[in-house]
């Protein structure tokens, strides 16, 4: 059974900065490509970073890139994402998704539907 779970959710003013945490267990191990993943009220989810096994390659949402990185301990089975300069707009329920690498990960690296296993997300709210 996999299982992922985040947290580092909190309450931040505008240009504050968040580290949330994913820990993996279960059949989802070192082996997986990982995303971040976050859905405001009324909002659609949407990919804001993803990494491939070894943290070699990295993907960005427009709207985070430069404020946002993603990274990994696989001795730790966990994906991190450093929020930095936080705004308004970055308000939203974070989730940690993963699958295992393959070709077809690269193609959409931030599509919703090209992961199989999600967490149950961890709130952030940025207020101005």
């Known amino acids: 059974q996999v299982q992922l779970v985040e947290s580092g959710g909190d309450s931040v003013q505008a240009g504050g900065s968040l580290r949330l945490s994913c820990a993996a267990s279960?059949?989802?191990?070192?082996?997986?490509?990982a995303g971040w993943f976050r859905q405001a009220p009324g909002k659609e989810r949407e990919g804001v970073a993803s990494i491939n096994i070894d943290g070699g390659s990295t993907y960005y949402a427009i709207s985070v890139k430069g404020r946002f990185t993603i990274s990994r301990d696989n001795a730790r089975n966990t994906v991190y994402l450093q929020m930095d300069s936080l705004k308004p707009e970055d308000t939203a329920m974070y989730f940690c998704?993963?699958?295992?690498?393959?070709?077809?990960?690269?193609?959409?690296?931030?599509?919703?539907?090209?992961?199989?296993?999600w967490g149950q997300g961890t709130q952030v709210t940025v207020s101005s």
């Open positions: 998704a993963a699958r295992p690498c393959a070709y077809s990960w690269y193609m959409a690296p931030l599509a919703v539907s090209n992961y199989n296993h």
């Open positions: 279960g059949a989802t191990s070192v082996s997986d490509c």
